[in-house]
């Protein structure tokens, strides 16, 4: 990561001083798609560092990786071959290896986590991708821009998010990592089909085909958003009837529990608070919601929850509320 951040950071400086445009209307689908990951990351927040890590390796790693192979493929076999099917292969694989990582931080512990950490990479790969895409579009940039910018920003975090689920679940599941393929080949699956359609508005000269294939998108976007929204809605339903048992197990002030009781109080007793003391009831917010999350993967199969995991988490808990 470290070698391919700088490699892509002066192709970046390359457009910026050639196409400054380009630049600015890439950061757009940033600014789109940001704020409804964060949004549904609040129930249980992620580290700030592990979602830039997430959005830095999709922008940086996948993102060289997908340019030096889909070039060497595209030189050898044709363009449409690197657009729809080494495309499509290599940068999922790339974006999935960021959620591999925040997995083995122990930083996933929930579909939800994975579907956060799917969106942050695909964000970041799709940024620096556009700015190629709009650099090099010549006429035709207001057109792609409304294309990949306003109707498909959430292409790429589409894509990978059902590696992030599937992902996700075997964490949830405590399941061998191999059960997640089948994400990896949906991934693949709907990215080929985009870049197919990009393929063949190119051949056929009109954007009749591209312009059908985001509606379609469009319309997987809302039934995605609509399950995302359930989704949410239960870990805030499972955070909240989880904290009365975990006050109690873990000898945390039971007046604290008061705050808890349901989502809208939660939120009125953070807006009531500012500075040390807001961020002490987010460490609690948080460490109450990774031990949710264990307690209630633990409950699904049956078994205790991991003691040795258990205890990291209090002590995470407990360090957050000392340093806030």
């Not at 939800?112 to 035709?140: C, K, N, Q, R, S």
Request: aromatic residues 8%.
């Amino acid at each position: 990561m470290l070698i391919c951040l700088p490699l892509m950071a002066l192709a970046v400086v390359g457009i910026l001083v050639i196409v400054p445009l380009a630049v600015a209307l890439g950061l757009v689908p940033l600014a789109i798609v940001a704020p409804v990951l964060l949004w549904l990351d609040r129930v249980e927040p992620e580290p700030w560092a592990a979602k830039l890590h997430a959005f830095l390796w999709g922008l940086g790693v996948a993102g060289v990786v997908a340019v030096v192979i889909n070039t060497l493929v595209g030189l050898v076999f044709g363009s449409a071959v690197g657009a729809v099917v080494s495309a499509p292969i290599v940068e999922e694989a790339g974006k999935a290896l960021a959620i591999v990582w925040a997995i083995r931080r122990r930083e996933v512990d929930s579909v939800m986590d994975g579907v956060i950490y799917a969106g942050w990479a695909g964000l970041g790969f799709a940024v620096v991708e556009d700015m190629f895409y709009f650099a090099d579009a010549g006429p035709a940039l207001g057109q792609l821009f409304v294309v990949r910018a306003l109707l498909t920003p959430f292409a790429h975090p589409l894509f990978t998010v059902w590696i992030g689920v599937a992902l996700g679940r075997t964490v949830e599941r405590a399941s061998p990592r191999s059960g997640a393929i089948w994400g990896y080949v949906a991934a693949v699956a709907l990215h080929a089909a985009w870049n197919g359609s990009l393929v063949a508005t190119e051949a056929s000269g009109t954007f009749t085909v591209v312009l059908v294939a985001a509606l379609g998108f469009v319309i997987l976007f809302v039934l995605g958003a609509v399950a995302l929204y359930r989704a949410r809605r239960a870990e805030q339903e499972r955070f909240v009837a989880w904290v009365p048992h975990l006050v109690h197990r873990h000898g945390i002030d039971p007046a604290v529990a008061n705050s808890f009781i349901t989502w809208r109080t939660m939120l009125a007793a953070r807006r009531r608070l500012r500075g040390r003391d807001r961020r002490r009831f987010d460490a609690l917010h948080i460490g109450l919601a990774r031990l949710a999350a264990l307690h209630a993967n633990a409950a699904r199969r049956g078994e205790q929850p991991d003691s040795a995991e258990e205890a990291r988490l209090v002590d995470l808990l407990r360090s957050g509320l000392t340093a806030g």
